[in-house]
């Protein structure tokens, strides 16, 4: 069993090296090596649960003395949280982050709990981790290159890489503590510690616009942490027991409801969603990890670990209400977009809806949905977002408009962000499977409304990826070339991650049977087949012709004639096919623009309304919890 505490152990102690090393050479060492010997761990730990049967672990029973060290960090947490607060004037964040630490104190000190055991190790638990380890090792490596580049392309901003770099492993290791954790104390510490590393992580260019963002996560999420606290006093005082499966089969639905109102804040659904947005300022390593395999998958973690007792009561029927009308406005509001890395933002909330929403719903069906859409979507987001981030750091912009025939211009990156984009919207890849899994799902229940989301989500899901994509493939390219200024350990990370997406899809039906199914039976006890292996076989020969796509455009881009024909652009070209003399003699410059519908989907329309309502749902929900426990 030594391999869980290593799990955890190995991301934190290689933190401590990168922090203490100033040589980035001798740091980008110590990464490799340190994401090696997580992935070998986690697979490790996958083997030996395996070999043994496959049945859920229920371990350590006695932790005294970790017990009390978690108490030691959980109140430096709080200090360093007052002090931050006070230092930069927002002083009512402290009240957020002493009045949860007091309160999860008091109920390990004053409330007598039955000893019971703080680790679980399940099929749920190991794919988080083998997202975790994987997805989040790779972004690891991607940043030892991407953080020379940004500091060269920044050069306003101070050179912290050493404590960025350590943030990043600081996070992983609480992550993998985070999903082991069947006791809601120690999850909750480790939810904690999320919350406070991904505040370092926001503000590390320390500009006034990067520390308000921070804080604005910081009290989103710590507000979740509250409704994370009082749902542990709740259980202590009402069973003398934390454990997270005595919540599932105990059905008391403030609990339930509390613990749903953290993992909604932490999946940055609404009206809790701008904090998720404001999370774009940091360096692009942060938000691939932050958006990807940990930060909000944590919350969807926790909705998907509760999903059992959501079916058919309150809570289940608002966390499958807000995760469904997340998707459909963020999907519109994405629309609107031409910052790259704002478009997967709003992309991402929207997945996370779509998630937070089959979770809601709770029944074997959607919860399968959801665990597919959550492994293609870590993939292909994290892909995503690190080709975008090399994107800009070669052509100096993360505008879509910017990215016009990408494919001819920088096409390792065009086909990179190509494979994650079809990823995410096209057949047949899981992200798409899943969603027509999710939307039989809503039909069989009859639940119109969740049924009017998917669909209509979908369709503006489609209306924004194909934009994008339209421009990557566009055959235009300028006479001044592009520096592609991609490191080999980008690359490395970026091309990893799209065999692995390819894979996936060829793997389905395996995937479907080894690793989902399980999943589910373990949640409700039972399973079934959510599609035939007919079905199946049939996808995995769609992928197959789905690759002759990619591989056609490579063979017309080595096929493409050198001397590009001058674009027509109604005058005459000057030569450098971006400008033309008009009939008036003057020179013009050729700018071609997709639509956005600001007005109609901008994010000053939609947000506000969107918030409004979803916080009037809560607030109505949270007042009949409390007046059904009051009565």
């Known amino acids: ?28 060492y110590v990464i490799y090596g340190t994401v090696a010997l997580m992935m070998l761990c986690c697979f490790l730990l996958v083997g030996q649960w395996i070999l043994q049967g496959a049945k859920p672990w229920h371990l350590y029973p006695q932790t005294g003395f970790i017990d009390l060290l978690m108490q030691v960090i959980e109140v430096f947490l709080m ?36 000893e019971s055991t703080h680790t679980t190790v399940d099929s749920l638990a190991l794919l988080m981790c083998i997202l975790c380890s994987v997805v989040g090792g790779l972004i690891g490596v991607y940043s030892v290159g991407y953080m020379k580049s940004y500091h060269e392309n920044h050069r306003g901003i101070i050179d912290r890489s050493n404590t960025f770099l350590a943030l990043l492993f ?85 609990i339930i409801g509390m613990l749903c109102l953290a993992g909604l804040t932490k999946s940055a659904q609404l009206p809790f969603s701008t904090w998720l947005f404001g999370a774009m300022v940091a360096p692009t390593p942060s938000s691939a990890l932050l958006h990807s395999a940990t930060m909000v998958k944590a919350g969807v ?31 519109m509001m994405a629309i609107a977009q031409n910052d790259a890395k704002k478009v997967l933002a ?3 909330i929207s997945n996370l809806g779509l998630i937070v929403a089959c979770a809601g719903i709770g029944v074997e069906q959607t919860v399968w949905a959801a665990i597919f859409l959550m492994i293609f979507h870590s993939v292909s987001k994290s892909m995503l977002f690190e080709s975008v981030g090399a994107t800009e750091n070669s052509i100096g912009s993360r505008d879509i408009e910017h990215m016009h025939g990408l494919i001819l211009r920088l096409p390792k990156l065009a086909y990179i962000m190509g494979i994650g984009i079809a990823g995410m ?44 994509l339209g421009k990557l493939i566009a055959m235009h390219k300028p006479n001044t070339p592009d520096h592609d200024a991609t490191r080999k350990d980008e690359y490395f990370s970026m091309g990893v991650l799209g065999v692995i997406m390819i894979l996936l899809c060829l793997l389905f039906p395996l995937l ?5 199914n399980p999943i589910v039976l373990s949640l409700f006890g039972a399973t079934q087949d959510v599609l035939s292996m007919s079905e199946l076989t049939t996808m995995v020969i769609m992928v197959c012709s789905v690759l002759l796509v990619p591989s056609m455009m490579f063979l017309i881009t080595r096929m493409a004639p050198r001397d590009y024909v001058p674009t027509y652009m109604n005058g005459v070209n000057v030569g450098d096919n971006s400008h033309f003399i008009d009939s008036m003699g003057e020179s ?42 009051i009565g």
Not at 6 to 25: E, H, Q, R, V, Y
Not at 81 to 101: C, D, G, N, P
Not at 512 to 516: K, R, S
């Open 1 to 28: 069993m030594y391999l869980i505490p290593a799990l955890t152990l190995i991301p934190f102690i290689g933190a401590i090296l990168i922090f203490l090393d100033s040589n980035s050479k001798r740091r980008g």
């Open 79 to 114: 200090i360093f949280i007052v002090y931050k607060s006070f230092k930069h004037k927002k002083r009512w964040i402290s009240l957020l982050a002493i009045s949860q630490t007091v309160l999860t104190l008091w109920v390990e000190h004053s409330i007598p709990l039955v």
């Open 170 to 254: 600081v996070f992983m290791a609480a992550m993998f503590g985070l999903v082991l954790s069947s006791n809601l104390i120690w999850m909750y510490f480790f939810w904690e510690v999320t919350s406070v590393i991904s505040f370092l992580l926001i503000g590390y260019t320390q500009t006034d616009e990067a520390i308000d963002n921070s804080f604005k996560a910081l009290w989103m999420n710590l507000l979740g942490g509250i409704g994370f606290a009082v749902a542990i006093w709740l259980c202590a005082m009402q069973n003398h027991s934390v454990q997270m499966q005595d919540i599932v089969s105990g059905g008391n639905t403030m």
């Open 301 to 331: 973690y926790l909705l998907i670990r509760l999903a059992p007792a959501l079916y058919g009561n309150l809570c289940g029927m608002v966390v499958a209400f807000i995760g469904g009308f997340t998707f459909i406005t963020t999907s």
């Open 346 to 348: 709003f992309s991402t």
């Open 425 to 468: 919207y096209l057949a047949p890849f899981g992200m798409l499977i899943s969603k027509w899994v999710a939307l039989k799902a809503f039909v069989d229940s009859g639940n119109v409304l969740l049924v009017i989301f998917i669909a209509f989500g979908s369709a503006s899901t489609m209306f924004y990826w194909t934009k994008w």
């Open 512 to 516: 479907a049977g080894f690793v989902v």
């Open 588 to 629: 013009k410059k050729l700018y071609l623009s997709n639509w956005y519908l600001r007005f109609e989907f901008g994010r000053r329309r939609l947000l506000r309304p969107s918030q409004i309502v979803a916080a009037s749902v809560l607030i109505v929900t949270f007042a009949i919890l409390l007046g059904g426990a």
